[in-house]
Protein backbone atom coordinates (compact mmCIF):
# COMPACT_ATOMS: atom_id res chain seq x y z
CA UNK A 1 0.00 0.00 0.00
CA UNK A 2 1.18 3.62 -0.77
CA UNK A 3 1.64 6.61 1.48
CA UNK A 4 -1.47 8.03 -0.69
CA UNK A 5 -3.14 5.01 -0.76
CA UNK A 6 -2.77 4.73 3.50
CA UNK A 7 -3.96 8.27 3.90
CA UNK A 8 -6.67 8.24 1.19
CA UNK A 9 -8.26 5.28 3.44
CA UNK A 10 -7.57 6.74 6.45
CA UNK A 11 -9.53 10.24 5.79
CA UNK A 12 -11.77 7.47 4.90
CA UNK A 13 -12.36 5.14 6.98
CA UNK A 14 -12.69 8.11 10.15
CA UNK A 15 -15.11 9.86 7.69
CA UNK A 16 -17.53 6.54 8.25
CA UNK A 17 -16.61 6.80 11.63
CA UNK A 18 -17.16 10.32 12.00
CA UNK A 19 -20.94 9.73 10.32
CA UNK A 20 -21.70 7.16 12.12
CA UNK A 21 -21.25 8.49 15.38
CA UNK A 22 -21.94 12.06 14.69
CA UNK A 23 -24.88 11.86 12.37
CA UNK A 24 -24.76 15.69 12.14
CA UNK A 25 -21.56 16.42 11.70
CA UNK A 26 -19.67 18.26 8.76
CA UNK A 27 -17.89 15.56 7.17
CA UNK A 28 -14.27 15.95 6.54
CA UNK A 29 -15.31 15.50 2.52
CA UNK A 30 -17.83 18.49 2.31
CA UNK A 31 -15.79 20.90 4.26
CA UNK A 32 -12.79 20.71 1.79
CA UNK A 33 -14.83 20.78 -1.08
CA UNK A 34 -16.31 24.25 0.09
CA UNK A 35 -12.89 25.35 0.47
CA UNK A 36 -11.22 23.98 -2.50
CA UNK A 37 -14.54 25.67 -4.92
CA UNK A 38 -13.92 29.25 -3.02
CA UNK A 39 -9.99 29.04 -3.55
CA UNK A 40 -8.95 29.21 0.24
CA UNK A 41 -5.91 28.01 0.63
CA UNK A 42 -5.41 25.33 3.50
CA UNK A 43 -4.08 22.09 5.25
CA UNK A 44 -6.56 19.18 7.03
CA UNK A 45 -4.85 18.81 10.04
CA UNK A 46 -6.52 17.11 13.61
CA UNK A 47 -7.26 13.17 13.68
CA UNK A 48 -8.43 13.53 10.00
CA UNK A 49 -5.17 14.76 8.18
CA UNK A 50 -2.74 13.14 10.62
CA UNK A 51 -4.47 9.96 11.04
CA UNK A 52 -2.58 8.48 8.19
CA UNK A 53 0.89 8.85 9.71
CA UNK A 54 -0.38 7.18 12.64
CA UNK A 55 -2.10 4.35 10.93
CA UNK A 56 -5.34 5.29 13.26
CA UNK A 57 -8.28 6.55 11.79
CA UNK A 58 -10.54 7.35 14.66
CA UNK A 59 -13.84 8.80 15.15
CA UNK A 60 -13.81 13.08 15.80
CA UNK A 61 -16.66 15.02 16.22
CA UNK A 62 -14.97 17.97 14.38
CA UNK A 63 -13.00 18.83 11.29
CA UNK A 64 -9.59 20.85 12.41
CA UNK A 65 -8.32 23.01 8.90
CA UNK A 66 -5.59 25.42 9.05
CA UNK A 67 -5.75 28.29 6.97
CA UNK A 68 -4.09 31.25 5.31
CA UNK A 69 -4.36 34.51 7.07
CA UNK A 70 -5.53 36.11 3.73
CA UNK A 71 -7.85 33.74 3.37
CA UNK A 72 -9.51 32.93 6.72
CA UNK A 73 -11.85 35.52 6.03
CA UNK A 74 -12.95 33.99 2.87
CA UNK A 75 -12.97 30.67 4.65
CA UNK A 76 -15.55 31.44 7.27
CA UNK A 77 -17.39 32.97 4.77
CA UNK A 78 -18.27 30.13 2.73
CA UNK A 79 -18.28 27.45 5.48
CA UNK A 80 -20.94 29.35 7.00
CA UNK A 81 -23.11 29.87 3.92
CA UNK A 82 -22.66 25.93 2.87
CA UNK A 83 -23.14 25.06 6.63
CA UNK A 84 -26.19 27.41 7.84
CA UNK A 85 -26.67 25.80 11.05
CA UNK A 86 -23.21 26.93 12.26
CA UNK A 87 -22.32 29.90 13.89
CA UNK A 88 -18.86 31.65 14.55
CA UNK A 89 -17.14 32.09 17.47
CA UNK A 90 -14.19 33.96 17.50
CA UNK A 91 -10.88 33.48 19.35
CA UNK A 92 -6.86 34.41 18.57
CA UNK A 93 -5.89 31.10 18.44
CA UNK A 94 -9.00 30.27 15.89
CA UNK A 95 -12.24 30.55 14.73
CA UNK A 96 -14.95 27.73 15.89
CA UNK A 97 -17.96 26.68 13.79
CA UNK A 98 -20.47 25.92 16.54
CA UNK A 99 -24.01 24.23 16.10
CA UNK A 100 -26.23 27.56 16.89
CA UNK A 101 -29.05 24.47 18.47
CA UNK A 102 -26.37 21.91 20.45
CA UNK A 103 -23.35 24.14 20.86
CA UNK A 104 -21.25 21.25 19.63
CA UNK A 105 -17.90 21.77 18.14
CA UNK A 106 -18.50 21.71 14.29
CA UNK A 107 -15.39 23.20 12.49
CA UNK A 108 -12.37 24.16 13.45
CA UNK A 109 -10.14 27.03 11.15
CA UNK A 110 -7.20 27.53 12.55
CA UNK A 111 -5.24 30.82 12.20
CA UNK A 112 -1.53 30.73 11.34
CA UNK A 113 -0.50 33.01 14.23
CA UNK A 114 2.59 30.65 15.52
CA UNK A 115 5.70 30.25 13.77
CA UNK A 116 4.95 27.09 13.76
CA UNK A 117 1.72 26.66 11.72
CA UNK A 118 3.22 29.24 9.66
CA UNK A 119 6.01 26.81 8.49
CA UNK A 120 3.66 24.30 7.96
CA UNK A 121 1.71 25.82 5.51
CA UNK A 122 4.43 25.74 3.77
CA UNK A 123 5.28 21.88 4.02
CA UNK A 124 2.39 20.15 3.11
CA UNK A 125 1.78 16.51 1.81
CA UNK A 126 -0.56 16.37 -1.07
CA UNK A 127 -3.15 13.56 -1.11
CA UNK A 128 -5.74 12.86 -4.03
CA UNK A 129 -8.35 11.09 -3.75
CA UNK A 130 -10.86 10.51 -6.57
CA UNK A 131 -11.65 13.86 -7.38
CA UNK A 132 -10.16 15.54 -4.07
CA UNK A 133 -6.95 17.03 -3.42
CA UNK A 134 -6.14 18.26 -0.09
CA UNK A 135 -2.81 18.91 1.69
CA UNK A 136 -2.06 17.56 5.03
CA UNK A 137 1.32 18.47 6.92
CA UNK A 138 4.58 16.12 6.10
CA UNK A 139 5.81 13.21 8.25
CA UNK A 140 7.85 16.09 10.25
CA UNK A 141 5.58 18.52 10.86
CA UNK A 142 2.91 16.22 11.88
CA UNK A 143 5.18 15.07 14.81
CA UNK A 144 6.27 18.79 15.45
CA UNK A 145 2.29 19.71 15.69
CA UNK A 146 1.27 16.85 18.21
CA UNK A 147 4.21 17.59 20.34
CA UNK A 148 3.48 20.82 20.50
CA UNK A 149 -0.37 20.29 21.01
CA UNK A 150 0.47 17.82 23.90
CA UNK A 151 2.49 20.46 25.71
CA UNK A 152 -0.72 23.09 25.08
CA UNK A 153 -2.35 24.36 28.33
CA UNK A 154 -5.04 26.13 25.61
CA UNK A 155 -6.29 21.90 25.20
CA UNK A 156 -8.10 19.54 27.46
CA UNK A 157 -5.76 17.31 29.67
CA UNK A 158 -7.33 14.11 27.78
CA UNK A 159 -6.58 15.39 24.30
CA UNK A 160 -3.31 16.04 24.96
CA UNK A 161 -2.74 12.09 26.02
CA UNK A 162 -4.57 11.30 23.21
CA UNK A 163 -1.96 13.76 21.26
CA UNK A 164 0.91 12.12 23.01
CA UNK A 165 -0.40 8.49 21.67
CA UNK A 166 -0.47 9.98 18.36
CA UNK A 167 2.66 11.07 18.78
CA UNK A 168 4.29 7.72 19.74
CA UNK A 169 2.57 6.03 17.34
CA UNK A 170 3.91 8.43 14.29
CA UNK A 171 7.30 8.19 15.11
CA UNK A 172 7.44 4.51 15.89
CA UNK A 173 5.39 3.58 12.57
CA UNK A 174 7.50 5.40 9.82
CA UNK A 175 10.82 4.83 9.68
CA UNK A 176 11.86 7.48 7.05
CA UNK A 177 11.67 10.40 9.52
CA UNK A 178 14.38 13.49 8.77
CA UNK A 179 15.89 14.46 11.90
CA UNK A 180 17.76 17.50 11.14
CA UNK A 181 14.08 18.64 9.73
CA UNK A 182 12.17 17.61 12.44
CA UNK A 183 15.00 19.40 14.72
CA UNK A 184 14.30 22.63 12.88
CA UNK A 185 10.28 22.20 13.42
CA UNK A 186 10.87 22.26 17.22
CA UNK A 187 13.07 25.14 17.49
CA UNK A 188 9.39 27.33 15.91
CA UNK A 189 8.13 25.60 19.38
CA UNK A 190 10.53 26.91 22.35
CA UNK A 191 14.04 27.01 22.63
CA UNK A 192 15.48 24.09 22.41
CA UNK A 193 12.42 22.38 21.15
CA UNK A 194 14.20 20.93 18.36
CA UNK A 195 16.86 18.95 20.65
CA UNK A 196 13.68 18.01 23.24
CA UNK A 197 11.78 16.74 19.93
CA UNK A 198 14.31 14.53 18.09
CA UNK A 199 14.78 13.12 21.96
CA UNK A 200 11.53 11.74 22.56
CA UNK A 201 11.14 10.15 18.86
CA UNK A 202 14.46 8.78 19.28
CA UNK A 203 13.13 7.11 22.74
CA UNK A 204 10.23 5.53 21.01
CA UNK A 205 11.53 3.95 18.64
CA UNK A 206 14.34 2.69 21.34
CA UNK A 207 11.34 1.65 23.04
CA UNK A 208 12.09 3.30 25.76
CA UNK A 209 9.77 4.74 28.46
CA UNK A 210 8.49 8.24 27.57
CA UNK A 211 7.62 11.59 29.79
CA UNK A 212 5.32 13.66 28.56
CA UNK A 213 3.61 15.73 31.18
Do not use: C
Not at 94 to 107: C, E, N, S, V
Not at 169 to 197: Q, V, Y
Request: proline share 5%; net charge positive; no cysteine.
Amino acid sequence: MTDQDIHSKSLATSTVLMEYYFNKAALPGAVMAVLNQGGVNFMLIGSHGLGGWGQNPRATHDVDILVTARHHPKAIRALLAAFPRFEAVDSKLMTRLLDRKTHQFGIDVLKPNRPLFRAALRHTWVVRTGAQVYKIPTLEMALALRFASRTSTERELAGRYQDASDFMRMARLNPGIDFPKLAEWGNLIAPEGGKELVKKVRQVRAGKKVTFF
